[in-house]
């Protein structure tokens, strides 16, 4: 297991913008305040306003099987909003298509009726015909354009990246509107891939099953993947767990500490368990008992939070021997399910099974609500891989970027926590590849980090790491992981 001193070099995310709060018990996920999204706000008084679309505005690389939404900041009246006062178009031309409105999370939706085209740009626009619930209209019409994805692959073995959220909650427990909501406006917004995790302690087990049902009827291979699981929230931590048939809770004798949970875990066959937000103050002590390891538990728990919760915390959980891959999430309590990205993961394609692969073999990244995809390959090998001794590591770090408007202005890989290469390419160019090679020690994990904007204050984005194994300390309950992509 690794055992080098944490370390952080050059700048370091911050903690959240919004005070903590004290929590009562049992504790609720805690506030997040990160980065804006993809939104807009029309002014007008007293008129309704847009404050989301997906696509976003200008975006490029947009996956032909999209979903174009727009959401709004107040229930709109279903009736007004047809394919008339909803347009999409390709060069003057109409698209064939479908309307529909989620009124609880105030979701327009246009569904094309044949995938978009490749390497296209597509017109929408919103017709002031579009009203309120109350019968106000849209102040002006509201006009965007997106492109879609050339199709060219930029990433090897033929992976794709897919964006997605696992932390998400209902009226099951301490959320808002039911699975239903949740799974149609994430595919709206833009997600390929979502998971409800309600706390179970509030959890039933008609609510349990109505939620795979749900998960099951959203599942659309090569277009949307919806997973159920369960947040497990103990004292000491919070820990989502996906793919399991049953759940547990804390409030369970036999599973209200880790000591219990953990051995529970590891019996779980396909458990994907990850850590929530890490963190430990006065008002919070959510750092797992201090990242105390488990044998039983390593090969079900793979992932774990990034920053914007302190960036020490990472680093923690690496150097105490976890193997855990990076991730965001947006911990959607309320009606916003699927406005925000927070991850990624690399995959071959977009259905469930290839989704639980990339998650148990850590081919993750996080970022900080930005159109932004990192992929890492060390010696040809994914993150989120254990690799082989080698005296030098040959990285290729990828960076695809759909904001036209976004600046990626930082790479930096680590090495154990500490820097040792980056570059500044300061480019919003849609594709971006840098191939640095640093000596390879045993025993050590590797991953990078990568600012946007000239922001260094705002959370950055990670990838997952690669281990490079030690014969003499080889984790031997990842055999699985040992072989991720083998070149």
């Known amino acids: 297991m690794p055992t080098a001193p944490v370390a952080s070099a050059g700048p370091t995310p911050t903690p959240p913008r919004q005070s903590a709060q004290p929590c009562i018990e049992p ?59 909803f347009q999409v178009s390709r060069g003057g031309t109409p698209v064939i298509g479908s309307v529909s409105y989620i009124s609880l999370s105030h979701v327009a939706i246009f569904q094309p009726s044949v995938p978009l085209a490749l390497n296209t740009v597509y017109a929408v626009t919103l017709i002031t015909g579009i009203q309120t619930a109350t019968g106000t209209p849209l102040s002006a019409n509201v006009t965007w354009t997106f492109t879609t994805t050339s199709g060219i692959p930029v990433l090897a073995d033929g992976m794709n990246i897919y964006y997605g959220d696992l932390h998400n909650h209902t009226s099951y427990s301490d959320g808002m509107g039911l699975p239903v909501d949740a799974f149609a406006t994430a595919r709206a917004n833009g997600l390929d891939f979502f998971a409800l995790t309600d706390h179970s302690q509030l959890l039933t087990d008609p609510e349990w099953q109505d939620t795979l049902n749900r998960a099951d009827a959203a599942t659309v291979d090569n277009a949307f993947v919806g997973l159920r699981g369960f947040e497990y929230t103990n004292l000491k931590g919070h820990v989502n767990v996906l793919d399991t048939a049953t759940y547990v809770s804390h409030t369970d004798p036999n599973y209200d500490t880790f ?137 290729t770090i990828v960076v695809v970027n759909q904001d036209p408007k976004a600046l990626l202005t930082t790479l930096m890989l680590y090495d154990n926590g500490v820097l040792v290469s980056m570059v500044a390419p300061f480019t919003t160019d849609a594709l971006y590849t840098w191939t640095p090679t640093i000596q390879g020690t045993p025993g050590h994990f590797y991953y990078v980090k990568a600012y946007h904007d000239n922001d260094i204050a705002s959370p950055a984005a990670y990838t997952s790491p690669v281990w490079m194994a030690d014969t003499t300390s080889f984790n031997h309950y990842l055999p699985m992981i040992q072989n991720n992509s083998v070149p």
């Open 27 to 85: 504790c609720t996920d805690p506030p997040i305040t990160r980065g804006q999204s993809s939104s807009i706000r029309i002014p007008s008084a007293g008129s309704p306003a847009v404050v989301y679309t997906n696509p976003a505005f200008a975006a490029r690389g947009v996956p032909t099987y999209t979903l174009v939404s727009a959401s709004f900041d107040v229930d709109m009246n279903a009736a007004t909003i047809t394919t008339n006062t």
């Open 259 to 395: 000591e219990k949970f953990y051995p529970w875990i590891g019996s779980q066959a396909t458990a994907i368990g990850i850590f929530n937000h890490p963190i430990k103050t006065p008002l919070r002590d959510w750092n797992f008992n201090d990242w105390a390891f488990n044998a039983q538990a390593t090969s079900r728990i793979s992932l774990r939070g990034t920053p914007p919760y302190p960036a020490n915390q990472y680093l923690l959980s690496l150097s105490t021997g976890w193997y855990l891959g990076a991730m965001g999430s947006a911990d959607e309590h309320e009606i916003e399910w699927g406005r925000y990205r927070f991850m990624g993961i690399i995959a071959p394609q977009l259905t469930r099974t290839a989704v639980l692969d990339a998650l148990r073999a850590r081919r993750t990244f996080s970022i900080d609500d930005w159109r932004f995809g990192l992929a890492m390959r060390a010696n040809g090998y994914w993150m989120g891989a254990i690799i082989p001794p080698a005296s030098t590591i040959s990285f």
